[in-house]
């Protein structure tokens, strides 16, 4: 059973450097649907040690203007950079459309968001040039990863479709509930009829669903999971820059959350095979 702990201003950790970089990777979301990130982050990088805080204060992201979604990142990055973080990783799409370019431009810290690894990986799994992308309304019809994947191949057809009641399935714990299937099939039918050959999972809560997904698109459409490719692009950017933990250094996770709001961690947990331990409330300065 998880516990929670109220948690004062934390002071800057060193950036003590011994043939590589022990400092934490900085992870954040809108709420605990990026613990997918830190999943896939944990399973390809063991070595490393992740600081990830859900802003569950302030959650949902969607309807904020793109101002308010670049202040509350650079808050947070704040946050997780006073904890010592040597880069950071935005695991969710809304502030990755909106507050990444900015982010980017004003920390010295790496920054990478979840779209541009997907869109990535989008283009080189295409063989027809038809791609879907699923996500929440606001990410859809931020059309970010159609920007990012036609900018990359401007000849790729795009088909974008909003999910909204997906979330709150994923976060009841629906996630192989004939319920579940059911709406599944009834946002997938439109795309899956533009004879798409591979789809977007732009969501951070949609790997969860993975194996509901799979089962209802069939075995001709590559999914393309966002919480996956941001990893490896996180593996290689901490070897670029030098950042790498050193060999043999034992990782884990730190949750911390702006909110109490710990209904959804559990099915994380399970689901993503995570052990989250004490979680830490840490109020946005």
Not at 41 to 48: A, D, N, T, Y
Not at 86 to 95: G, H, L, P, R
Not at 176 to 193: K, N
Not at 255 to 270: K, M, N, Q, R
Request: proline letters at 6%.
């Amino acid at each position: 059973m998880k516990t929670l702990k109220q948690a004062g201003e934390a002071s800057a950790t060193g950036n003590t450097r011994n043939e590589g970089d022990e400092r934490p990777i900085g992870v954040f979301d809108s709420g605990i649907g990026g613990l997918t990130v830190a999943a896939a982050l944990r399973q390809l990088l063991p070595e490393e040690r992740i600081y990830y805080i859900g802003d569950t204060a302030r959650v949902p992201y969607g309807g904020k203007s793109a101002q308010t979604i670049e202040r509350y990142g650079f808050e947070i990055s704040q946050m997780l950079l006073k904890q010592g973080a040597k880069m950071i990783v935005v695991a969710c799409n809304t502030a990755s459309a909106l507050a990444v370019p900015a982010l980017q431009r004003v920390l010295e810290a790496p920054v990478i968001g979840v779209i541009s690894p997907g869109a990535a990986a989008a283009v080189a799994a295409t063989r027809n040039g038809r791609v879907g992308v699923i996500g929440t309304r606001a990410t859809v019809g931020s059309k970010a990863y159609e920007q990012a994947i036609h900018a990359l191949n401007p000849g790729i057809h795009v088909v974008a479709q909003a999910c909204p009641l997906l979330v709150p399935l994923i976060e009841e714990g629906w996630l192989e509930d004939a319920l579940t299937t059911q709406v599944i099939e009834r946002y997938l039918a439109p795309i899956l009829s533009q004879d798409i050959d591979t789809l977007v999972l732009g969501c951070t809560h949609y790997p969860l669903l993975h194996k509901a997904l799979e089962q209802q698109v069939g075995p001709n459409v590559v999914l393309v999971d966002s919480a996956r490719n941001c990893a490896a692009e996180v593996m290689e950017i901490l070897r670029g820059h030098g950042l790498s933990a050193p060999d043999g250094t034992k990782g884990g996770l730190q949750v911390t959350l702006t909110d109490p709001s710990v209904g959804f961690l559990g099915v994380a947990e399970a689901a993503l095979g995570l052990k989250v331990g004490e979680v830490e409330i840490r109020p946005v300065p």
